[in-house]
């Protein structure tokens, strides 16, 4: 059966019409990618707007059940989470070190390049334009190919220059790369930077299509005599190692010329005193002149984000009523699960926003208040679930203040963190996928720039997933349901024009569901993490729908006769040991633990830990406990079969045992101190 294209008529392109994934055409300027996608998929989440809508309509909810693998490419080294783009009868994607182009209808390789430095990462892609691809490295470079060859035409440098001096290693030591696919409209490539925790100053880059040469450079951290550099501590330089790195690829709206993108989080990450103001860019939403760089207008979601609140969604195009009119909006969601609308053009609120006063520390110089929108529901809880957590935490709130003082604090810190949300214009819906329940132990030492992130594998934490619809016209939730794992930076979702969505499970699972109800009406097991984007596309008059699967691409269309395969381990949905179990008989209570996370190795004294945390002896062999600490420790099994303690400071005590087993023990007067010892025959 032929693929009818259900096409939005408010925003059909009249230069898209007649052409088809497996023409022949030699045009060179893309089509009007402001469209919805349908028999091809020619951007990473779509189109410019970023709504991962198809409006392609074979597969349907009353014959999703029968759709089966139709070909699967096993990646020659390895794995990806790149969303595959088809445009002009190739299928462009990157895996390990190489960037590939596919017969979409088969996966033959149809060419394939591979950089210098390798394109490898998890969330890397392909953008097209000017009959060319273009792809961001590892190393701060991007790259643009002959689409049709794969020769190489220009190289242009985006970070600083001392990325060009690293190694090949799949991430510069500098913390320079280029983490997502670039954008691409009207003969400008954008190409945004990520900096990690390495305390790079963000940027975002647009460069000439045609001959690599740059046209203009916006620094998400501004600098003196820019707007926004008096938000940033005026005693110090921290600006010019501020973060602000920018995770996904920007959206784009060519008839008024603006780019926009979500920034992340400051630099130094927990350690607020260092940089006191409201340190924009940073969690803010801008929108950037295409052709010049200049900004336009941003709103910032959170000020002085001391949470590693990263605004790591990719930013959706929407319609939204208001006052009897539909108004061109861009949304985007906190990480905290809130949704934030805008007037595109103005940048003015087209859902309510007020500021809310939130819980102060002086000394880490909160903002006295944080933006909320006006009566909207938000995706998942606002505190740590206790259910989630092992006994010894407080648990906090979204905004509550963490600082050096607070030793055992829970934040519930990812909610809907990098969630890549779809939008169906039919219904107005957006959906979303989150982990409402991901505690996370932040653990600030008195240097503001260690950011060691202490007890994220404390034995006991438990994780799940939600998937959730929201209605932009009220901003409140349609529906949500749990899922088994945590998903809030996974697949997200894909939206089709007949009422299905689709996602990837991090247990192998790959999936559609009813869009009205959220109720699951196809599942198949891939046989690993499917964890990248879904996406679709028509090859010789059949719908497909695919993703990446780890190591492998898999595609899918009606009465495929490619079936499951095993599944894998499943992920945990409660965290337990990991690490190396060291043979040893002397354990210290307190230690000098280091960090690298800013480029520069630090050591900070931390009271609360038993190093090494995890042991082992032999069965009759004495083991030594000793407090090196300031504070009095013991340790206590959780089992209540042995103790050792209390140990004042400079003190040891020690133990045997006559049999083997495994013990969780913890410190009775700091019950947030977790320690194992195996004892082995």
């Known amino acids: 059966m032929k693929v009818r294209d259900l096409r939005i008529a408010a925003v059909v392109s009249i230069a898209a019409v007649g052409l088809a994934v497996g023409s022949c055409s030699e045009q ?101 334009g000017e009959g060319l691809a273009f792809v961001g490295l590892s190393d701060s ?28 290693k799949a991430q510069s030591p500098t913390g320079q790369f280029i983490s997502t696919a670039p954008a691409y409209a009207d003969g400008v490539v954008i190409v945004p930077m990520v900096n990690g925790d390495y305390g790079v100053r963000g940027r975002v880059v647009g460069i000439d299509a045609k001959t690599g040469e740059r046209l203009w450079t916006f620094f998400t951290i501004p600098g003196p005599g820019e707007f926004g550099h008096d938000t940033w501590s005026q005693d110090n330089d921290e600006w010019k190692k501020g973060g602000g790195g920018v995770w996904t ?87 905290t699960g809130e949704l934030f609308m805008f007037d595109r053009a103005t940048g003015e609120p087209v859902w309510p926003i007020e500021e809310r006063p ?49 030793p055992n604090t829970m934040y519930p810190i990812n909610t809907t963190r990098a969630a890549r949300m779809a939008y169906n214009p039919q219904t107005g819906h957006l959906y979303a996928t989150a982990s409402p329940a991901w505690p996370f132990w932040i653990r600030r030492f008195e240097d503001p720039k260690f950011f060691s992130a202490m007890g994220t594998a404390v034995p006991g934490t ?18 949500e349901h749990k899922m088994p ?45 499917a964890e990248g984007a879904f996406m679709s596309f028509e090859a010789d008059g059949e719908q497909y ?37 060291v043979p040893t008989a002397e354990i210290t209570m307190a230690a000098t633990i280091r960090d690298s996370g800013l480029g520069v190795l630090r050591e900070a004294f931390e009271e609360y830990i038993f190093q090494p945390t995890r042991s082992r002896i032999t069965v009759g062999e004495n083991i030594v406990f000793t407090n090196t600490g300031h504070e009095t420790h013991s340790a206590v099994a959780q089992d209540g079969s042995w103790r050792i303690g209390p140990i004042a400071t400079g003190e040891s005590r020690s133990i045997s045992f006559d049999k083997p087993g495994t013990y969780t023990y913890i410190c009775e007067e700091h019950p947030w101190t977790y320690g194992q010892l195996v004892v082995e025959e």
């Open 28 to 128: 060179q300027s893309p089509r009007d990618w402001s469209e919805h996608a349908g028999g091809e998929w020619p951007m990473i989440e779509g189109d410019w707007g970023n709504s991962r809508f198809s409006t392609l309509d074979e597969i349907t909810p009353s014959n999703v059940d029968q759709l089966g693998g139709a070909w699967v490419m096993e990646f020659e080294q390895g794995q990806s989470r790149a969303t595959p783009v088809v445009y002009d009868g190739l299928m462009f994607l990157t895996a390990g070190p190489y960037v590939y182009a596919l017969d979409p209808a088969s996966g033959e390789v149809q060419w394939k390049y591979e950089p210098a430095i390798p394109a490898t990462g998890l969330y890397k892609g392909v953008t097209l």
């Open 141 to 168: 470079n991007v790259i643009a190919l002959n689409q049709k060859t794969g020769e190489l035409v220009w190289t242009h440098l985006v970070g600083d220059e001392n990325a060009e001096e690293s190694s090949t």
């Open 249 to 335: 690829t920007p959206s784009i709206d060519p008839e008024l010329g603006l780019v926009y993108f979500g920034v992340g989080n400051p630099v130094p990450q927990w350690g607020g005193e260092a940089r006191v103001g409201d340190n924009l860019f940073t969690e803010s939403l801008v929108a950037l002149d295409i052709k010049t760089g200049e900004r336009r207008w941003h709103y910032q979601l959170v000020h002085h984000d001391i949470w590693e609140t990263d605004i790591g969604t990719p930013p959706v195009f929407i319609e939204v009523e208001r006052d009897g009119q539909m108004r061109k909006a861009i949304a985007v969601m906190r990480t």
């Open 358 to 406: 939130v819980p102060q520390k002086e000394r880490v110089a909160t903002a006295p208040t944080q933006p909320f929108p006006v009566g909207a529901d938000q995706i998942g809880p606002r505190c740590v679930d206790p259910d989630s957590v092992p006994a010894g935490f407080e648990l906090l709130c979204h905004f509550d203040p963490v600082d050096y003082d607070l």
């Open 462 to 479: 438990k994780t799940h997933g939600l998937i959730a619809a929201m209605d932009t016209q009220t901003n409140k939730i349609v529906w």
């Open 485 to 529: 794992y945590a998903i809030q930076n996974g697949s997200g979702f894909m939206a089709t024009a007949t009422g299905l969505l689709f996602h990837g499970e991090p247990d192998g699972s790959v999936q559609a569901f009813n869009a009205e109800t959220g109720e699951r009406l196809w599942h198949f097991q891939t046989g690993s993490a």
């Open 545 to 581: 729908v695919a993703l990446t699967a780890s190591n492998a691409l898999w595609t899918f269309k009606l009465n495929g006769e490619i079936g499951e395969r095993e599944a894998p381990r499943p992920p945990p949905t409660e965290t337990t040991w990991s690490g190396r179990i």
